[in-house]
C-alpha cells in the first residue's frame, strides 16, 4: 500500500510563491505516474500537473509557466514550484500516484493541504 503526505500549503498574497511536498512510502514498481490535484470550494477536482517515471510532464493551461511539478526519487518526494499565485489558485491541493502509469485512474491519494491566495 503506497501512503502520500502532502505538506507546505498555506497563506500567501497574490504574487507570492509556495512549494508543496508529497512524501510517499517506496514505490517499487518502475513506470508509475504521480500528479498534482486540486480543488475549490463548490468545484469539481482538476488536474494541475503530472509528471511520468522518465520525468516527462505536463500541466493544465491556467498553470502553465508559474507551476513546476518535479520529483526527488533518492528522497520519495514529489514537489509542486507554485509563483505568481493568484486568488484563484486557492484550493485544497491534493498529490496522487497512478500505479502502474497505464492506469486509466490515479489510485493512491494524499489527504490534501489547503493553499489559500488572497
Known amino acids: 500500500h503506497v501512503q502520500l503526505v502532502e505538506s507546505g500549503g498555506g497563506s500567501v498574497q497574490a504574487g507570492g510563491s509556495l512549494r508543496l511536498s508529497c512524501a510517499t512510502s517506496a514505490i517499487t514498481y518502475s513506470m508509475y505516474c504521480m500528479g498534482w490535484f486540486r480543488q475549490a470550494p463548490g468545484e469539481e477536482r482538476e488536474g494541475v500537473a503530472a509528471?511520468?517515471?522518465?520525468?516527462?510532464?505536463n500541466y493544465a493551461d491556467s498553470v502553465k509557466g508559474r507551476f513546476t511539478i518535479s520529483k526527488d526519487n533518492a528522497k520519495n518526494t514529489l514537489y509542486l514550484q507554485m509563483n505568481s499565485l493568484k486568488p484563484e489558485d486557492t484550493a485544497m491541493y491534493y498529490c496522487?500516484?497512478?500505479?502502474?502509469?497505464?492506469?486509466?485512474?490515479?489510485?493512491?491519494w494524499g489527504q490534501g493541504t489547503q493553499v489559500t491566495v488572497s
Open positions: 509528471i511520468d517515471s522518465f520525468g516527462s510532464t
Open positions: 496522487a500516484a497512478k500505479i502502474p502509469c497505464w492506469y486509466s485512474e490515479y489510485n493512491y
